[in-house]
């Protein structure tokens, strides 16, 4: 099948791997959100991802592996200290495959191109059933970011991508992988290994407590100005305002407020079901630009487990969207 502009879309993994091999990008399913993939090490390939989706030079990208034993094949540098090893150790064999990435100390193969220079490389192993057969077909590391213009709404399904990229693909070079619905619907959870406490970047579907949990040790605060960019204040934004409110009543008097002067708005609260407020998350807040609405106000869910993302998230696309006092305390 193939998109408006041509781009091919399937599901067939080896037309896929052909195509990251021959330093294309492909759009690849993962179970957080869809990925803008290439051979982490082609540098030409990697710094096409930049220029797609138009994102600054100074945030890395995340490489996903088949596996948590090819951490250790050139990824990982071998002289990390033991405490922090350990702890990689248990979270790799834990949480892999699994929506978790961790910045550990980077080993030869991470590049300049992927890592912009720093002395970590962020990893993960997805899931994703078809991430799954496309990485262990490919057999090396693919550096993707979530699939979407920089500052935008993340995509998670492959309608999402080329709705946001497909005029920016070249139909000779790239391809898009259509594996259905992501599972988790927020990005994954990212913890700094290179540092120890480590310290959790960014909230996702493995909740800080799991992982102090899992290592058996503390936490530290991420401290000082943010090493992870997914932590600017204002990031997953769409067109429309988004509004974040702390209850159903907060939120419909900010409605009826905004009602008043004209605008179409909307209320959502999925705060009775945290897990399926992830899942929809993207989709509601693409929804709302689909319906041409002016403000979308939300109902913040409780910070709890996959809360935690889920609050991260509306709060960075409320701050987006322009209006710094549309915070209701
Ligand atoms: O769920 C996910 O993590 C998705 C799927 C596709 O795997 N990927 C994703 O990538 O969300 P991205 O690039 O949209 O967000 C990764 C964040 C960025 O803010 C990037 O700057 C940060 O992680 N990051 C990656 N490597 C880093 C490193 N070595 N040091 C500091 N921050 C890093
Ligand atoms: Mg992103």
């Not at 064999?93 to 990435?101: A, D, F, M």
């Not at 100005?225 to 409110?245: E, T």
């Amino acid at each position: 099948m193939q998109s408006a502009r041509g781009v091919t879309i399937t599901t067939d993994v080896e037309a896929t791997v052909e195509r990251l091999r021959s330093g294309g990008l492909a759009v690849i399913p993962t179970e957080t959100v869809y990925g803008l993939a290439a051979d982490a090490e082609q540098p030409g390939a990697v710094a096409r991802i930049f220029s797609v989706k138009s994102r600054p030079p100074d945030h890395p990208l995340i490489v996903h592996l088949a596996t948590p034993e090819t951490l250790s094949d050139g990824w990982l540098d071998p002289s990390t200290p033991a405490i922090l090893a350990h702890a990689i150790e248990r979270l790799a064999t834990t949480c892999w495959p699994g929506p978790l990435t961790m910045l550990v100390p980077r080993g030869p193969r991470a590049l300049d191109a992927v890592t912009g220079g720093r002395s970590t490389v962020g990893i993960r192993v997805p899931a994703h059933p078809d991430a799954q057969r496309i990485l262990n077909s490919f057999d090396g590391g693919l550096a993707a970011p979530s699939a979407n213009r920089f500052g935008r709404v993340s995509p998670t399904t492959a309608q999402h991508v080329l709705a946001d990229l497909g005029v920016l693909l070249d139909p000779g070079r790239d391809i898009v992988f259509d594996g259905g619905r992501s599972e988790v619907g927020v990005e994954s959870t990212i913890v700094d290994l290179s540092v120890w406490p480590p310290q959790v970047l960014r909230d996702g579907a493995v909740s800080a407590d799991d992982i102090a949990a899992i290592i058996d040790g503390p936490l530290d605060d991420p401290g000082g100005p943010s090493r992870a960019s997914g932590m600017l204040a204002s990031h997953y934004a769409p067109r429309c305002a988004v509004l974040v409110a702390d209850s159903p009543h907060q939120a419909a008097t900010l409605a009826a407020h905004h009602a008043e002067s004209g605008e179409r708005v909307r209320v959502l609260d999925r705060t009775a079901d945290v897990v399926l407020a992830a899942f929809e998350l993207y989709s509601d807040l693409r929804a709302a630009d689909d319906d041409d609405l002016d403000a979308l106000i939300v109902v913040l869910p409780a910070a709890r487990g996959i809360g935690h993302a889920v609050r991260d998230r509306l709060i960075k696309a409320a701050a987006g969207s322009g209006r710094p006092t549309n915070r209701v305390d």
